[in-house]
């Protein structure tokens, strides 16, 4: 380790909470899918911020509305009509069925914001006392607590009860579970159509149809997590639009931006029927800096046409890394996704593996110790998913299991 990344290890450790493992590497540039460390190192990002940055680095629109922007005004307040938070919410909504959008700044918040609307919609709309929210398990739904509990996973929420009632959780892909579960009680399901922090799991899409006619048999709501499968990277411009789905709130939030703090839900009319004046609010959601600077994005993911270019690149990487599992059988148990959201499940020391693509100038995901997760920018280019392909069959050639 250089000298450079130890003196940044070191504060790191002094003035920062404990709450991250973090990966060895301090990183300081980006342009499109390439990143260099503190060294003068240059990666492939193969992981995009965790889904975040879709359209690559330092991409230049982005730069140019963003630097125009901080000159002309940041934030004034949700008291006050905003331009840019009008023409992203238009822009949005034209991707989906929904019609109206509220903004906040994160994942979790738009889950948050999600479920309030869904127990304040039963409440208000359809007069019925139901405030259960039903979720799948290894889902991931945020850190809050509310999100937390919808997570239900007890490594996360250790040492944080009580968290609020309300979650009932069932096993993914059974559906007759999910129909025992749903009581008087329910006001909604919550899913991932492609479980990303489980190890990316795209659940079935019979299971996933099935949901949603359980939901309008009992007259609940159906409410799909697009956090991380969102914003075109399984291949539409959202997962549930593979299977004809029409949640009736939608939440969205990493990649809206580019990297900006934002979050979003889309809800049908009558499903935001719920919220009311006063109902909800947040200080930063949807101000006029991040408005513009996300419009420009969902802008650019429709005029590049960056889903089609995600679920062609994404063609182009199973195919690739299934020619490499049957090169390497007892090595890779299982090539796993939908688009540029990709998991490789390994039967050898996958943090080992991991280790050596970082070395070879490959940065992708450990999930669950056993998967390479990859979510690189959809502007990557196809030589780069080659590249990284190779450096895997390189990594696993040497690797003794
Ligand atoms: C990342 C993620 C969240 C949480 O988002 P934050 O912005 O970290 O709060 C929620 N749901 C899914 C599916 C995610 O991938």
């Not at 919609?121 to 398990?137: F, G, P, S, W």
């Not at 029409?246 to 703090?261: E, F, H, M, R, Y």
């Not at 802008?299 to 889903?307: P, S, T, V």
Request: with cysteine.
């Amino acid at each position: 380790m250089s000298q450079a990344f130890n003196a940044i290890k070191e504060m790191e450790e002094k003035l920062l909470c404990r709450t991250y493992g973090r990966y060895p590497l301090a990183l300081e540039r980006g342009r499109g899918a390439r990143l260099w460390d503190v060294n003068g190192k240059e990666y492939v990002d193969m992981l995009a911020g965790i889904a975040v940055t879709g359209l690559g680095h330092s991409h230049e629109e982005l730069c140019e509305v963003a630097a125009r922007q901080a000159g002309r005004l940041w934030h004034v307040s949700n008291l006050f009509y905003q331009r840019h938070q009008l023409v992203l919410a238009e822009k949005l909504l034209s991707t989906s069925h929904h019609s109206k959008v509220f903004f906040c700044n994160s994942g979790a918040e738009a889950n948050e914001a999600a479920i309030k609307l869904a127990r304040r919609h039963m409440r208000r709309v359809k007069k019925r006392e139901a405030a259960d929210i039903i979720t799948l398990n290894e889902c991931f739904h945020g850190r809050t607590l509310g999100t937390l509990a919808a997570t239900g996973r007890d490594s996360l929420s250790d040492g944080f009860a009580p968290l609020p009632d309300g979650f009932v959780q069932v096993t993914a892909g059974d559906l007759d579970a999910l129909r025992n579960a749903v009581t008087p009680s329910t006001a909604a399901v919550l899913v991932e159509a492609v479980q990303g922090e489980g190890g990316v799991v795209p659940l079935p899409a019979e299971y996933l149809r099935g949901v949603e006619v359980l939901c309008r048999e009992k007259d609940i709501l159906f409410l799909c997590d697009e956090v991380q499968s969102g914003m075109c990277r399984t291949g539409k411009f959202w997962s549930f639009q593979h299977y004809g789905l029409k949640p009736d709130i939608v939440s969205v939030a990493k990649a809206l931006a580019n990297g900006l703090p934002i979050g979003a839900i889309m809800a049908t009319e009558n499903a935001a029927g719920g919220f009311e004046l006063g109902s909800h609010a947040t200080t930063f959601g949807g101000g006029e800096l991040t408005s513009a600077v996300a419009a420009k994005t969902v802008e650019i993911y429709l005029r590049d046409k960056l889903a089609e270019r995600a679920a062609v690149l994404g063609v182009h990487l199973k195919g690739v890394l299934e020619a490499l599992k049957s090169r390497h059988p007892d090595k890779i148990r299982e090539v796993r996704g939908l688009g540029l959201i990709v998991g490789i499940e390994l039967a050898v020391n996958t943090r080992k593996v991991w280790e050596e693509l970082l070395d070879r100038g490959y940065i992708c995901n450990l999930s669950h110790e056993k998967t390479l997760r990859l979510l690189p920018p959809l502007v990557i280019e196809q030589a780069d998913l080659d590249g990284f392909a190779t450096a895997l069959d390189q990594s696993l050639t040497s690797s003794s299991g």
